[in-house]
């Protein structure tokens, strides 16, 4: 497997300072700094204003609004848990409208 061309001012690939280079990692670049090329996760698109669910979203957000008493969020995260993701350093939620 070949690595590919530098970006124009960007430097090449060469040795961490953290030592990942000895590990036999390869080098990080600018836009994979802290992430493992085998890492898995999952976001939640929980964000909206939820006009659709009116009036049900005039007192809650739409992710906690419930279905069958259990909120919308519980039932993504569990089917997510379900997948083995779990935890603040696997899931991420955008709640944000």
Request: with cysteine; net charge positive; glycine share 14%.
């Amino acid at each position: 497997m070949t690595s590919p061309p530098a970006a124009a001012g960007l430097p090449a690939d060469g040795p961490r300072a953290d030592g990942a280079a000895a590990a036999g990692l390869p080098a990080a670049g600018p836009r994979t700094a802290g992430f493992a090329p085998d890492a898995v996760a999952a976001v939640v698109l929980a964000a909206g204003e939820g006009r659709r669910l009116r009036p049900l979203t005039g007192i809650r957000p739409k992710a906690l609004c419930p279905v069958g008493n259990v909120t919308l969020l519980d039932r993504a995260l569990a089917r997510i848990a379900g997948l083995g993701l779990a935890g603040p350093a696997a899931v991420a939620v955008n709640a944000c409208h």
